[in-house]
């Protein structure tokens, strides 16, 4: 059986990221099953047999972290895929990938919270999470689909992402958009763009397994290609070996943080909706980003100069597209499902006559039409 299921299909977002991760390259699945994500572990299990893969559950959120980490030191594309509480645990083996330079992807399915929440219900509360909830200055990478389209195509560009900047990429999706079914295409495997990490063309006894090139992004051999590899959560010099000094840990984590900055142009992913001549513009990611569609809909057919700006890029934030707009809108809607996050971005990068309109949910459900509008009809003012 070939790897890729060419054709349309009908499938759930959960279904539809595990074969998005499979055309990707995926050959690697560590995890602990927890709602709303086990879709996809559980059709990894079934497919990864038949192509070749090797799928693991762990004992925990942790050991499926590490598992992942390793699996991608030994060369294989891996990912992992959980839900807010097995975040959270993930979160210290995640700032660890970042220190190691580590290209793995996690699918993080959020659902109400905070702690055990509404296991079954939507929310959008771990965006801070994904960005800070490791210790340390480091950047990072996420990703938001509104559809089990774009849980395919984004799982494939979350790969793509993780393998150019080597960094753990998570892809944020909604338990709406995981169990929503919809039309699904999945393209001819020689028509699916893949980036593969890049491979050291030194000779193995003068490879250095952290010095840059000008991309600022080390060429990564896995263990068992002759080269010698020293990995470790210490800050380190080009070998890999531990160095305790201010002098080497500024340079290194400068070049963590710059190579995702100094890329947010090429790794920021936006859609617009009638934003030329907008007045208004409504912020939103993910399932809420389809509500926030109506709404804008319903405000052109009253003749409000209304927008919709889709934020598919999280992180980094594209402080410079909500900067750009600041200068040509009165006022922004930000609607989201947890109870202020976004909104602080927004906030920061709107001008101070700018009004900002937050309209939160705390989880549990989805935003109506009706209640965007509510949020346009205060920016307006």
Known sequence: MTAVITGTHFLTGNDA?????????????????????????????????????????????????????????????????????????????????????????????????????IPTSVGQSDVMQARWGSHG?????????????????????????????????????????????????????????????????????????????????PPMAAAGEGYKIHVTGLTHDYKGYPVMSAECHEPLVRRLCDKIRNNVKKITLIEEYKTDDADVLVIAFGAVSRSAMTAVKIARERGEKVGLLRLITIWPFPDHVIQAYAQKVKGFVVAEINYGQVLYEVQRCARTDNVVAHVPLTGGRLHSPEEILDGIKEAGK
């Open 137 to 217: 200055d480091y950047e990072v990478i996420a990703i938001s689909p509104n559809c089990p389209q774009e849980c395919y195509d984004f799982l494939i560009k979350a790969f793509n992402f993780s393998e150019q900047y080597r960094v753990p990429v998570t892809v944020l999706m909604d338990e709406c958009v995981s169990h929503m079914s919809e039309k699904v295409v999945i393209p001819k495997e020689e028509e699916i763009k893949l980036f593969n990490r890049k491979k050291p063309k030194d000779k193995p006894e003068k490879h250095l397994p952290f010095k840059p090139d000008k991309d600022m992004i």
């Open 17 to 117: 990221a595990a074969e998005g991760a499979i055309s990707a390259g995926c050959r690697f699945f560590a995890g602990y099953p927890i709602t709303p994500s086990t879709e996809i572990a559980e059709r990894v299990s079934r497919r990864f047999p038949q192509i070749g893969g090797s799928y693991i559950q762990m004992e925990d959120e942790i050991a499926s972290m590490c598992a992942i980490l390793g699996a991608s030191w030994a060369g294989v594309k891996s990912m992992t895929a959980t839900s807010g509480p097995g975040y959270s645990l993930m979160l210290e083996n995640i700032g660890l990938g970042v220190m190691m330079e580590t290209p793995t992807v996690v699918v993080n399915v959020q659902r109400g919270s905070p702690s055990t929440g």
